[in-house]
Structures are given as C-alpha cells and as structure tokens.
C-alpha cells in the first residue's frame, strides 16, 4: 500500500489526467455519435469474417474501464468462436437464435462471478476490508452483481461497436443450461449472450421507435 505522500500524488496525477483529456476533447462528434448510438442497430446477421483473438482482447481492454460500484467488476466474459464450442452452446438457445450463434463469429457469454467479491482486495488496495459485506450479508451479492454485471455488459456492446465491430444482444436462451454446459462446479452465472463480428446489413429491418423524453424521463 503507498503512504500518505505517494497516494497524494497519485491522486494528484490521476486529476491532472483527466484535466489534459478535458482539454483535448469535450465530446464526439456527430458521426462518433451516430456508430455507437443513433444509426447503431442489433444484428441477426454476419459476414464470413472471423473476428480474431487479438480483437477480443482489444475488445476487453477497452470495456474494462466502464465503472462500476465500489470497482467490483462481477462480470466474465466467455467467447465462444469454434464450432464445437457452438454446438455446445445451441441446445440452450431458443429456436430463432441457433443460427445467430452458429453464423456469427463469436458470441460473448457475459456472466457474474458470484464470488467477484474475493477480488475487491486487489481492486480497492485502499480498502482491503470491502469484501467483508458480501461474507457478512450475502444476500447483497446477487443484486450487486446483476446491476453491475449488466452495465459492463453495455460496456462491451458499446467498446465493439467503436472498435468497428458489431454487435447483437440476445436474452433468448435457457440461463441453468448455459451454467450447467459452461460453467459447471464454478460460481459463474450466465446473464446474456451478445454475437459479435462484421454484420451483413441484408439482415436488419426497420427501426423501432423509441420513447420520447416526456414519456421516458422527468426533471425534478
């Protein structure tokens, strides 16, 4: 652990950090905006491209830094990119997801460590003891981590996505099987799968609305 002086230039460096961020960009500009939100869609589809091993690590090394509570980081990430391993993975899909996972060049199974708390230790250094809530209170661990679990799985949608790779979500697909196939004798829990690669756009259909801001949000 640093001492008193060396965690305050830690500090002191990590603010100065953001600081010279702050002064080289204030946002992204329209077209930023458009690939990773307005014209960005969910596909069904996908070129014969694979996606490589480098990719998916450069994939991780982007999404990792989302937040989350307390730096928790509950989810993990299996990618299933060879054939056997799909054929594994479609008998716990439902029927009109076996040909998104058997044609898509990977397919992330975004899970939770339900034991992600052994790992608050390392990622709070300055709080050595944050770990001891969930021993204490278990009942915390469940909810801690499907709140934070989903948002790092938002996280790597989006990292594809400005990485130049597509993205499609899937929730259709039996969660106990998926433990039961992957992840068996372990504390990992499926949350969703998302097929990731280079998407045919012949496979996409009309947008869908989304809600307006009145009916969605309030300012109080």
């Known amino acids: 652990m640093p001492n008193d002086a060396e965690m305050e230039k830690i500090v002191k460096l990590a603010q100065q950090d953001v600081a010279a961020l702050r002064e080289k960009i204030?946002?992204?500009?329209?077209?930023?905006?458009?690939?990773?939100?307005?014209k960005a869609r969910s596909h069904n589809a996908w070129h014969d491209?694979?996606?490589?091993?480098?990719?998916?690590h450069e994939l991780y090394e982007l999404m990792k830094w989302g937040?989350?509570?307390?730096?928790?980081?509950?989810?993990?990430i299996t990618?299933?990119?060879?054939?056997?391993?799909?054929?594994k993975l479609v008998p716990c899909l439902m029927p009109n997801n076996e040909n998104k996972?058997?044609?898509?060049?990977?397919?992330?199974?975004?899970?939770?460590?339900?034991?992600?708390?052994?790992?608050m230790p390392?990622?709070?250094?300055?709080?050595p003891d944050a770990n001891k809530m969930f021993i204490e209170k278990p009942e915390m661990v469940q909810?801690?981590?499907?709140?934070?679990?989903?948002?790092q799985g938002a996280y790597l949608i989006f990292a594809a996505r400005a990485i130049g790779l597509d993205a499609g979500p899937m929730s259709g697909f039996k969660n106990p099987e998926v433990d039961e196939a992957f992840?068996?004798?372990?504390?990992?829990?499926?949350?969703?799968?998302?097929a990731l690669g280079y998407a045919d756009e012949t496979g996409i259909f009309q947008r869908l609305p989304r809600l307006e801001f009145e009916e969605a949000c309030q300012i109080i």
Not at 67 to 76: G, H, I, L, Q
Not at 101 to 114: E, G, Q
Request: with cysteine.
């Open 143 to 151: 909810p801690f981590a499907a709140r934070n679990g989903s948002l």
């Open 49 to 56: 491209k694979p996606v490589s091993d480098e990719t998916l």
């Open 183 to 194: 992840f068996k004798g372990t504390d990992i829990k499926s949350n969703f799968l998302c």
């Open 122 to 127: 390392k990622l709070m250094p300055f709080r």
């Open 67 to 76: 937040p989350t509570a307390s730096n928790s980081c509950p989810a993990r």
């Open 101 to 119: 996972v058997r044609t898509a060049p990977a397919i992330a199974i975004i899970s939770n460590d339900m034991k992600f708390y052994e790992q």
């Open 26 to 38: 204030t946002g992204l500009d329209d077209l930023s905006l458009d690939l990773m939100f307005r």
């Open 79 to 87: 990618f299933v990119k060879s054939d056997q391993a799909k054929e």
